[in-house]
């Protein structure tokens, strides 16, 4: 049975050649951006949502400040036709998925959709398992331009090389399709999604919006998370990002109601310093200014995107008081002082712990007050309030 595996992985590596790995990094060259319905609507999913949401990243100004994909997550699909082929929804979906991403596609922003490894999805729609190609020409012919592809009901399945499966039937459509693995870091995926043409993967069981605690699921697989325990579970995985290749530390719950504005600022400069995918995840129709305020702010969204494409890392960490450090391209550092404690508390970064000599002067400027601080040799330091970031650049 084992060696059956790796011969079947082994024909999958040597057919995704050069060119398809090529093809694949120029998908996704800086951390996709976009929109998600899961974890604001769940199953709640229809064409009117999808429209309005569009429609609302454009005028909010998140499509200005990057924001690209609009994504429907799972319980868009009903049932298999005669011949196979995936059905939507036709009471949620009326007009049909063309005509919706014919939509999307009109406001210049792209479409994505999900589906799932195994026979059926998380919320029990039918899956793609035994029917990848065929899906993936159906996406294709719908013009999808993303694709989040689940790890639900998954039984004895290999993962890689079921990824590898639908990474190539994807190809094979002849579309290019940005290809997210939601395989929640089971398999350790950053060893092997860059190799098998993943985009992006989830390196962590699923986002939930609160500051922390990891938290059963009722069936008892491990686990729901808070925003805290998804960074602990981010260290020592920086090596593996890169451009055309992220991981995932999942989707924002920025504007879900469960946390503070100080906490979702935190939440959103995390995921920046991280060069993670920023997936909004809130009623993009109905969003506080606050709120708008944080998932737009063009600075802090900069070191996100950055085209070197450096993960951000713990660069020291003094019980609850936290220093993370992402190098960019100009070879300046974005820079965050992270307090966790329940009180405020004044955090200090040395030039050393960025990777720079002490004497050297450099320009500071913090991104959430949108001020330079002057320039400063050696050292920074500021009083973070409790929860909170202050979020820096270091410019020598
Ligand atoms: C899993 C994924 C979530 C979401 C749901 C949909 O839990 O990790 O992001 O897609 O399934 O059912």
Partial sequence: ???????????????????????????????????????????????DLIRQTADAMVKSGMKDAGYQYVVIDDCWQVARDKDGNIVADPQRFPSGIKALADYVHSLGLKFGIYSDVGSKTCAGRPGSLGHEYQDARQYAAWTVDYLKYDWCNSTTQDAPSSYALMRQALDASGR????????????????????????????????????????????????????????????GLESYAGPGHWN??????????????????????????????????????????????????????????????????????????????????????????????????????????????????????????KKDLGRVTGKFSATVVSHGVVMVTVRP
């Fill in 1 to 47: 049975m084992k060696s059956r595996i790796l011969v079947l992985l082994a024909v999958i590596a040597l057919s995704l050649t050069p060119a398809v790995l090529a093809q694949n990094a120029t998908l996704a060259p800086t951390p996709p951006m976009g929109w998600n319905s899961w974890n604001k609507f769940g199953c709640n999913v229809s064409e």
């Fill in 248 to 369: 995932d530390p999942d989707m924002l719950e920025v504007g879900n109601g469960g946390m503070t504005d100080t906490e979702y600022r935190s939440h959103f400069s995390l995921w920046a310093i991280l060069a993670a995918p920023l997936i909004a995840g809130n009623d993009l129709r109905d969003m506080r200014l606050e709120v708008r305020d944080i998932l737009t702010n063009k600075e802090v969204i900069a070191v996100d995107q950055d085209p070197l494409g450096s993960e951000g890392k713990r660069v020291k960490k003094n019980g609850d008081l936290e220093v993370w450090s992402k190098q960019m391209k100009d070879g300046s550092r974005a820079v965050i002082l992270f307090n966790r404690a329940s009180g405020d508390h004044e955090i200090s970064v040395n030039w050393e712990d960025l990777g720079y000599p002490n004497h050297l002067e450099a320009a500071v400027r913090d991104l959430w007050q």
């Fill in 176 to 235: 290019p399709i940005v290809f997210s693995i939601c395989e929640w870091g089971r398999h350790k995926p950053w060893l092997w999604g860059k190799e098998f043409g993943g985009n992006l993967w989830r390196t962590a069981d699923d986002i939930q919006d609160r500051w922390q605690g990891r938290v059963k699921w009722p069936a008892g697989d491990c686990c729901s998370n808070g925003v805290v325990d998804i960074v602990d579970l981010q260290v």
